[in-house]
């Protein structure tokens, strides 16, 4: 399979491992596959997918670091983000990445067997049927925060072994203070612009809720 250079990763992650690198190289070549079969990423964005798939995931890897043996739910992860690039870039952290669209699973499955991701686990549910208990949860707009916590309040394991209290990384855009606000979660907003000089990360934003 050829590989695209991941620039745009490389120019913000400089202590990939050639593993990491060829992993992230052969995302596009990989996506672009699935996506003719399966449509998990606009026609229009597939061109866009470093920066705006995959770069924007790991805006979470900017603001945290997963530990090894730490454990991780990708909630509503569609074509596999964030957790794919999250899994490539946290090799000792278990990802467990769910939908509730098996064709989408289908699709994070192909991808993370293709990479040989072992610390990938895919499975067509919802998630409030997730029977396990994680540190943290990570998620990308799947819907508005005071719907989406219930599907998740206690999913969080006592122990934390972060930097970091467990909790919920969101990744979303645009005026959240109303949002936050009807949640009435104690969230804290990080911009993405604070780590990424592009546009497209001036209204982007990673969601820390602590549990």
Request: proline share 4%.
């Amino acid at each position: 399979m050829s590989e695209v250079k991941p620039d745009i990763i490389l120019k913000y992650f400089k202590n990939l491992t050639e593993e990491q690198v060829s992993q992230f190289s052969q995302l596009y070549e990989l996506y672009s596959f699935w996506n003719a079969q399966i449509n998990v990423i606009s026609r229009k964005d597939i061109d866009e997918l470093y920066e705006r798939h995959i770069l924007h995931s790991l805006g979470i890897a900017k603001f945290c670091e997963f530990k090894a043996g730490e454990k991780v739910l990708d909630v509503g992860t569609g074509g596999g983000f964030p957790g794919i690039p999250l899994a490539i870039m946290f090799p000792e952290t278990q990802f467990h990445l769910v939908d509730s669209i098996g064709k989408k699973i289908k699709v994070v499955t192909e991808v993370a067997a293709a990479l040989g991701l072992k610390n990938v686990t895919a499975s067509h549910l919802r998630a409030e049927q997730v029977p396990d208990k994680y540190n943290f949860v990570v998620s990308r707009a799947v819907t508005r925060l005071i719907d989406f916590y219930p599907w998740i309040q206690n999913k969080f394991a006592k122990e934390n072994k972060n930097a970091i209290p467990n909790g919920i990384l969101y990744l979303k855009g645009g005026d959240l203070n109303e949002e936050i606000k009807e949640s009435k979660l104690k969230a804290e907003l990080y911009p993405l612009s604070a780590y990424f000089e592009e546009e497209f990360f001036e209204t982007k934003f990673v969601v820390y809720i602590p549990q």
